[in-house]
């Protein structure tokens, strides 16, 4: 009795036990704190929850909170039919699972919650994207645990989506709110969400709806308002735990805001292995037309999959697709065929594509000028080992006449590992591209304010695979036929033929493009040539550079209308090279060669050779070294100019110099000859004068300054005179320039300075205003003369000192020297005048013979009468030598030329021991004469003493008394006329003929 209550007192604490176990089991509170535990192990999870109550057959949740990576979820309450004595042999099965009021937000930019990150292994090292990764990798997760595969890859994405336990789901009701920020429709928006459905089980098909209503909070005219996507979803169970077929219905609405009736697509798919074979489709439509299509089928013995593709968009379509995006008018249709194999390591796309298109200035506005064009394409090819091989290619482009098509001539394979492209025949071409009529007008608009004509562009180019990689060769040349280029109604070229040889190649270390024969001709034959090439290599720093060579003959330029009248040239040849580097400053070198330049009148000039360089600088600035070399017979020019400048906020600041060992003048005229020698363009008409194009508010130098420095060994004048040391600064301010610290050595002994400047004042009436200050000392003035005329004695000989200061003031810079006014001090302690030769000689010269018989005859005869008048004749002729060539002490004069041009000679004084001469005069300013050959007028006071005084006294030519110094004037003054350049002394001849009493 005794060890039966002790059994039994035993299995009632069991009982109790056991009843105290369940009871807290499926108490609330216990479920809610364990729920709490599990949900803080969870790693990059934020989350919390009310209340848990697991029951036998219902689970409910309450206020529960979930929070990772910016995606905030709240539900008020969800609740679950689900019994629990099932889920101990491995059977789900949820009679209801209903969750509402639930939200979603979704805000990229917060801050994540701290989460351990998973480990991916690194990428290959390797400069290209492995095209095939992806179908590789999509393999690789269909695969089975031990690698291979053995099924269709549509039955693995079956399998894939199979369950490790039996699930069935009797109903769903889920509905709530969702919110976002900078994604989906509109940036910012919202979206009403339900799903609803059930009938998932074993052996039959559960269907489920979803209706999503979205709505944009920013949306903007052109992108969708709001969409709507309404969706039926069907999935057929074979068994509780694998998926038979997946289906997918859906209709999509995306409203905007600029049109009132909805974008309206329809999209299925559809994944099944039930039935014959697995078969998978996909098909997206509009209202209008279908825009996708895609069929796959196992193909037999589960080897692969093969199928058809469809396409047909136009612009309506993709600018709804793109959320409302503009696009020009374009259509695209298309079809062919598809095939892969299990494992997706092979397979095969082929097909055709037709297309038109117009308004492409949609994407750029330069386009605008192509219009409508059509073409179609046709390819073929296959992925296999990882290669990607092409055996078909061809495209076509027409607008209003065929353009351009492009044909694969032979099969071309992409090896994956080594990016090495083969063919079958190596050394034949790979593709052509034939330019049937590329129309030139589609340039148009990238050369506006040009004018550009010309036949369509035709040729062909073929592209070969080398041992490195692609080339691109022409097989017939490109040509461009009777082009025009034209700018603001003046016509640059006109009738120019253009036959250009071109190629390309691409490497794995590069590319390289070559211009080999860019040759220019017109209806009368060849202009010039043209060769080049440029590439870059495929490392650091990498430098893209090109190069050139070009030539031209001078004279056969001027059939060309923007060369046309501008050379004066009988012959003359231009040739060169030019390199270009491009990296982060821009190098542009130049080595430019002019030959065998001659005039129309036959006239040689100089060769020129210019070597330099120009660099344009990462900071918008550039530098420039330009030697420059001038030839002919054994005479050499040698000038260097350098030049630095820098943008700044007031435009440019620049440094620069003109340096060179010697320098003669007569070859810089020579070139300028060229132009200045230029007959006028036949049918040339002088263009209107427009308006003013300058700014009379600020000075022709605005936006530069800085300084300019001038450093010449030895400037030769043409006359054979060398300057030496020749210096001076030109220094830009912004309202200033000025001309500092000029020199030079003349001749031996002397020198020249000057300085000077040039103001801005948009005040003033007279905007510029210019002064200077020049200074001569001891300057051989008869070798400056013989610059002016090397064909006769200078007028005057000697060594000269100036001082002179110019001032001027105009609106226009072209009128400053018209306005400027001069006044100047020559002295000179002694030389040779040669301005009173007088036209006398047949007198002086019958003088002497005459001299010489009469007083011969007066010695024979006694006749003292003849006797007097030989000696008179004598003295005549020593008088009229002593005038031509008057040996000074002392020369002054002062000169001032007033605005408009016109000289005045004042206080001229020119004394020697025995003639002293003094006097006032002008010279009048003419247009077509310089101030060397102008009008001269010029009134002299002669007198004399000593020897030359006591011979005119015999010849009654000098008053009888003196003065204090002894001198005795001319009974007359002397009225000089003619120019500098040839004196005229006919009123001196005539009173010195008068003298001889000839008259």
Request: hydrophobic share 45%.
């Amino acid at each position: 009795m005794t060890r039966r209550r002790g059994i039994l007192i035993g299995i009632a604490l069991l009982a109790v036990v056991a009843v105290v176990l369940v009871a807290l089991a499926f108490n609330s509170s216990l479920q809610t704190r364990v729920a709490r535990s599990i949900l803080a192990d969870q790693p990059g999870l934020d989350a919390s929850l009310e209340q848990v109550d697991i029951g036998w057959s219902t689970v409910r949740v309450d206020n529960l909170l979930l929070r990772q990576d910016g995606v905030v979820l709240r539900v008020p309450q969800v609740e679950a039919e689900l019994p629990l004595w099932r889920l101990a042999f491995n059977d789900v099965r949820v009679g209801r699972l209903v969750a509402h009021d639930w939200e979603l937000q979704i805000e990229p930019g917060a801050t994540p919650v701290a989460r351990t990150e998973t480990t991916y292994p690194p990428e290959p090292a390797t400069a290209t994207a492995d095209w095939s990764a992806g179908l590789r990798g999509f393999a690789q997760l269909l695969a089975t645990s031990d690698g291979a595969v053995t099924v269709s890859p549509l039955n693995q994405i079956l399998e894939a989506l199979s369950l490790p336990v039996d699930v069935a789901l009797g109903g769903v009701d889920l509905s709530g709110r969702a919110r976002w920020r900078d994604i989906g429709p509109g940036a910012d928006g919202h979206a009403q969400v339900k799903v609803q459905g059930g009938g998932l089980a074993a052996g039959a098909q559960g269907n489920f709806t979803l209706l999503v209503e979205a709505q944009g909070a920013r949306a903007s005219s052109a992108g969708i308002q709001s969409l709507t996507i309404d969706a039926r979803i069907a999935v057929t169970m074979e068994d509780a735990r694998t998926v038979g077929a997946v289906g997918l219905a859906a209709d999509l609405a995306g409203r905007r805001e600029d049109r009132t009736e909805p974008d309206r697509f329809t999209l299925e798919a559809e994944l099944s292995h039930l039935g014959e074979a697995p078969r998978a489709s996909v098909a997206l439509r509009d209202e209008r037309v279908q825009l996708l299509n895609l069929e796959l089928t196992q193909t037999a013995g589960a080897e692969g999959l093969a199928g058809t593709w469809a396409v047909g968009f136009d612009h309506e379509s993709a600018g709804s697709l793109m959320l409302g995006q503009l696009l020009p008018e374009f259509a695209l249709r298309g079809e062919g065929e598809l095939s892969a194999s299990s494992d997706l390591s092979t397979g095969a796309i082929a097909g055709e594509l037709h297309y038109t298109m117009r308004d492409l200035d949609m994407v750029q506005p330069e386009l605008s000028a192509i219009g409508e064009v059509r073409g179609q394409i046709g390819f073929d090819l296959n992925l296999r080992e990882n290669n990607l091989r092409c055996t078909r290619f061809t495209a076509t482009l027409e607008g209003a006449a065929p353009v351009l098509s492009f044909r694969l001539l032979q099969g071309v394979e992409v090896a994956h590992d080594t990016h090495e492209v083969r063919v079958m025949q190596p050394e034949e071409p790979v593709f052509a591209l034939d330019l049937m009529g590329l129309p030139t007008a589609w340039a148009q608009p990238w050369l506006e304010p040009m004018v550009l004509d010309a036949q369509a562009i035709q040729g062909t180019l073929v592209g070969l695979v080398t041992g490195h990689g692609l080339r691109l060769v022409t097989s017939e040349d490109v040509t461009v036929r009777g082009l025009v280029v034209a700018e603001d109604g003046r016509t640059l070229l006109e009738g120019i033929d253009l036959n250009l040889s071109v190629g390309a190649e691409v490497t794995g270390d590069g590319w390289q493009v070559e211009l080999d024969r860019l040759e220019v001709s017109d209806a009368d034959g060849y202009l010039g040539l043209l060769s080049a090439r440029g590439g870059q290599l495929r490392r650091e720093n990498q430098v893209l550079k090109l190069a050139g060579h070009f030539e031209s003959d001078l004279r056969v330029l001027q059939r060309v209308p923007l060369a046309a009248g501008s050379l004066a040239l009988e012959t003359g040849r231009v040739s060169g090279e030019l390199g270009l580097g491009l990296e982060e400053r821009v190098s542009l070198a130049a080595a430019i060669s002019v030959t065998n330049l001659t005039l129309a009148d036959g006239q040689a000039l100089p060769e020129m050779q210019l070597d330099g360089r120009v660099d344009l600088l990462p900071d918008g600035g550039l530098e420039a070294h330009l030697p420059m070399r001038f030839t002919q017979d054994d005479r050499i020019s040698d000038l260097t100019l350098n030049m630095s400048a820098k943008p700044s906020a007031e435009g440019w600041l620049a440094e620069g110099s003109l340096t060179g060992p010697r320098a003669y003048v007569s070859d810089l005229q020579g070139l300028g000859l060229i132009v200045a020698a230029a007959p006028e363009a036949p049918g040339a008409e002088a263009s209107p004068a427009g308006p003013d194009q300058t700014d009379s508010t600020r000075p022709i130098w605005a936006g530069w300054q800085g300084t300019f420095k001038t450093a010449v060994g030895e400037l030769t004048l043409p006359n054979g005179m060398v300057l030496e040391n020749v210096r001076g600064d030109i220094v830009l301010d912004a309202l200033e320039v000025k001309l500092d610290s000029v020199s030079a050595q003349v001749g031996s002994g002397g020198s020249v300075t000057m300085q000077g400047g040039l103001d801005f004042d948009a005040n003033r009436p007279a905007t510029y205003a210019a002064t200077g200050a020049i200074s001569a000392e001891s300057v051989d003035v008869g070798a400056l003369l013989r610059v002016i005329d090397p064909t006769q004695l200078p007028t005057l000989e000697g060594r000269l000192n100036l001082t002179a200061q110019l001032n001027s003031a105009a609106s226009d810079l072209q009128d400053l020297m018209d306005q400027a006014s001069l006044e100047a001090r020559v002295t000179s302690a002694g030389g040779v005048l040669r301005a009173l030769q007088v036209d006398v000689e047949q007198y002086l010269q019958t003088g002497r013979t005459l001299a010489a018989v009469g007083g011969l005859f007066a010695a024979l005869s006694g006749n003292e009468t003849l006797g007097r008048r030989a000696q008179r004749l004598q003295t005549l002729t020593t008088v009229a030598e002593r005038l031509a060539a008057v040996s000074f002490d002392q020369l002054n004069l002062e000169v001032n030329r007033a605005p408009g041009g016109n000289m005045v000679l004042r206080d001229l004084a020119v004394i020697s021991p025995g003639l002293r001469l003094l006097g006032n005069g002008s010279i009048r300013y003419s247009e077509d004469m310089s101030w060397w050959t102008a009008p001269l007028a010029l009134t002299l006071q002669l007198a004399a003493r000593e020897d030359v005084g006591d011979m005119l006294a015999r010849l009654n030519l000098v008053e009888s008394e003196a003065d204090a110094l002894g001198y005795r004037p001319l009974v007359q003054a002397i009225n000089l006329d003619g120019s500098l350049a040839h004196v005229g002394t006919a009123e001196l001849g005539r009173l010195l003929s008068r003298a001889l009493d000839l008259r």
